[in-house]
């Protein structure tokens, strides 16, 4: 019989759509561009479930990919490089991702990688390009919790590639709900690379950066403002980091880190 996962999709179709799309996207991030990933080693040492991984997004499927990738390295022991052979061995396959349903609905391609491991939601502010106001689907907030019980899930807690956007309180009521570990993320130079929905190659020898940061330190009694402006600091999102040039790699950003209070 096969191995299922608590959504009931053969962990087998996903672990060969995670090898397809980690050899499509190889190239890219490989050849025609190069990476700079830092923290990778605290994969080897999270939970196999109930982690929650929050970043800040530029494209639609080239960060989250490079993230997957950066896991599936560093649990083959090779942290914060980018080996193949972590794709096609897949060692992590109960992670998933929280996307909007509009975006994996938006062509064949993202379809398929809605299969990969997407926890589609329905935004509640925007629809078809249009401001709108709806309440939050219970099915949605079902889904992520089961996804949390299996696994890792990624979420990009401001819910646009929008840069400096304020974040979405749902993120913060995951996190006091389910009390997961929280893993900030910090990537740059997705925006340059490639095209918004990070399929395409824009602009070659761009370097992208990938840090991972050590798990903040929430209390999980605190109100969900002050726990989402901790993540949003955690992920360098705030307004406060809107004055730093945001082009910089990560190495010479260090320095500038090292100024200000810790986000955690």
Not at 1 to 6: A, E, G, I, Q, S
Not at 84 to 100: D, H, M, Q, R, S
Not at 204 to 215: A, E, R, V, Y
Request: include cysteine; proline fraction near 5%; charged fraction near 25%.
């Amino acid at each position: 019989m096969l191995k299922r996962n608590v959504f009931g999709q053969p962990v087998i179709v996903k672990r060969w759509l995670v090898r397809v799309f980690g050899s499509m996207f190889y190239r890219k991030f490989r050849w025609k561009n190069s990476t700079d990933i830092q923290g990778a080693e605290i994969f080897q040492d999270l939970p196999d479930s109930n982690v929650l991984l929050v970043s800040n997004h530029q494209t639609y499927f080239a960060d989250v990919t490079l993230m997957v990738y950066s896991i599936q390295s560093s649990l083959i022991g090779r942290p914060n490089e980018i080996k193949l052979k972590g794709f096609l061995k897949c060692p992590k396959a109960n992670f998933y991702f929280i996307a909007a349903e509009e975006t994996m609905k938006s062509g064949f391609l993202p379809k398929v990688y809605a299969r990969a491991g997407a926890i589609t939601v329905k935004r509640t502010w925007r629809a078809k390009g249009k401001e709108i106001n709806r309440e939050v689907d219970s099915n949605d907030t079902t889904n992520i919790a089961m996804a949390l019980s299996d696994g890792w899930v990624i979420s990009f807690p401001q819910g646009t590639t929008t840069p400096f956007a304020p974040g979405r309180k749902g993120t913060a009521h995951i996190i006091k709900e389910h009390k997961p570990i929280v893993i900030p993320i910090v990537i740059n130079g997705f925006r340059r690379a490639f095209d918004k929905k990070g399929l395409f190659t824009k602009k070659k020898g761009t370097t992208l950066s990938l840090w991972i940061k050590p798990p903040l330190k929430i209390n999980y009694e605190d109100n969900v403002e002050t726990i989402m402006k901790q993540v949003i600091e955690g992920i360098e999102q705030s307004q406060e980091y809107n004055l730093v040039e945001k082009d910089l790699p990560i190495l010479d950003r260090d320095s500038l880190q090292k100024q200000k209070s810790p986000s955690s």
